[in-house]
């Protein structure tokens, strides 16, 4: 099933669930960067709506992606649904209503309303999806982007993107190529303000890191773009986030 058949599908589903209390759909993540791979990426989408979601329907949503799943890219869905008023006065962490991805896939397939019951908090990682989303997101349906999207604070943008790099040593052990090209698009913004997909950080980094380090961040690409699954050589690994972490100080006041 190809992308556009699958958003469809979930458009007309949830306009069906939610009905008035739904203020629109937006895609944001490798579709809005235009890098997705059926290989590699998830879909990412964020639902907003106009008041906080009754059980039942938090159910018939995570359903309608349970049933679409077959038919999704391996790494399956990642969505989150978000209230209009933390839309358009931005507060961080932002609060979400639900939210699933393959995660939470066995939770949810053993206990789908214990697993909604649970499922709602704060989540750092919306800061940057709603950045992208003013920048580069999609509209699938609803009001557009600039109505309902505030503009980030570049404070929380910027913690929001240093979240996943704290770990960074044990990260690049376990999800090198994702590690790697995070660290990139992380700098290009620290030095340039740029906000990047993993790709274009990958290759914004091939023009501004030193040389030693290209190869390493041009298997990450080739990965990336599943060309071919590389071996990488740890002690460059180690090397380059040693580097990266003095270039780059994770620290959440650094900008």
């Not at 059980?55 to 209230?83: C, H, N, R, T, Y």
């Not at 209009?84 to 507060?91: K, R």
């Not at 044990?170 to 790697?180: A, F, L, P």
């Not at 380059?240 to 650094?254: A, G, K, T």
Request: charged fraction near 25%; proline fraction near 4%.
């Amino acid at each position: 099933m190809i992308l556009d058949e699958l958003f469809n599908r979930i458009s007309k589903a949830y306009i069906s669930i939610l009905k008035e209390n739904l203020i629109g759909i937006y895609i944001h993540g490798s579709i809005a960067f235009d890098c997705f791979t059926w290989e590699k990426s998830d879909i990412d989408f964020i639902v907003v709506v106009q008041s906080p979601l009754e059980l039942k329907d938090k159910v018939s949503l995570i359903q309608v992606l349970q049933q679409l799943e077959k038919d999704a890219p391996k790494k399956g869905f990642e969505m989150s649904i978000v209230l209009l008023q933390y839309c358009q006065s931005f507060v961080y962490p932002v609060p979400f209503e639900i939210h699933y991805s393959l995660l939470h896939q066995k939770e949810a397939l053993e206990d789908l309303e214990g697993y909604c019951s649970r499922m709602h908090g704060y989540d750092e990682d919306l800061a940057c999806a709603f950045t992208i989303l003013r920048h580069r997101g999609i509209c699938q349906w609803g009001k557009p982007i600039p109505e309902v999207f505030q503009e980030v604070p570049k404070r929380d943008y910027w913690k929001s993107i240093i979240y996943d790099l704290k770990d960074a040593v044990e990260c690049i052990k376990k999800h090198t190529m994702y590690s790697i090209l995070n660290f990139c698009r992380t700098l290009a913004f620290k030095e340039q303000e740029k906000i990047l997909s993993k790709k274009e950080g990958g290759e914004w980094a091939l023009y501004h890191l030193p040389e030693i380090y290209h190869p390493l961040i041009n298997q990450a690409l080739q990965e990336y773009q599943n060309i071919k699954t590389p071996t990488y050589e740890e002690a460059l690994c180690q090397s380059f986030v040693s580097y990266m972490q003095q270039r780059l100080p994770i620290e959440e006041n650094s900008v």
